[in-house]
């Protein structure tokens, strides 16, 4: 499946789930759902926000890895090698991201994430 072709499998998985916004990341299409991170399909393949929750039970998919970004892992978040994609596939992993991003409150467009850490001067 081609990063275009995912797209267009997230785009069906996630008609009628929310607010739906695209943005470019990651090198390819992030998926917001009511202004929260969703999915993301990249010729790298999907990128699935399941929950740190669910991470563990997901990781036992097939083709599922944690995502790393800059070497550090992302907790609540599993990126779908293409070979283990079919629409079928993209739909499950989509029933996943949405039940968990469901569960979080709506952010508007440019609304930056309160700091859980430290405060920086």
């Known amino acids: 499946m081609t990063a275009d ?14 607010d739906i916004r695209e943005v470019k990341m990651f090198g390819g299409t992030g998926f917001m759902l009511n202004g929260n991170m969703v999915a993301g399909a990249s010729r790298r393949g999907l990128l699935v926000r399941v929950g740190k929750d669910r991470q563990h039970g997901a990781l036992a998919w097939p083709g599922a890895h944690p995502m790393e970004m800059r070497g550090r892992m992302m907790d609540g978040y599993i990126y779908v090698d293409p070979p283990a994609l079919t629409d ?25 994430p309160a700091q859980t850490k430290g405060k920086r001067k």
Do not use: N
């Not at 072709?5 to 929310?18: D, H, K």
């Not at 992993?93 to 467009?109: C, D, G, N, S």
């Open 5 to 18: 072709e995912l797209a267009t499998s997230v785009r069906a998985a996630l008609a009628g789930a929310g």
């Open 88 to 112: 079928e596939a993209v739909g499950r992993w989509l029933q996943t991201a949405i039940a968990f991003v469901q569960t979080l409150p709506p952010k508007l467009p440019g609304e930056k």
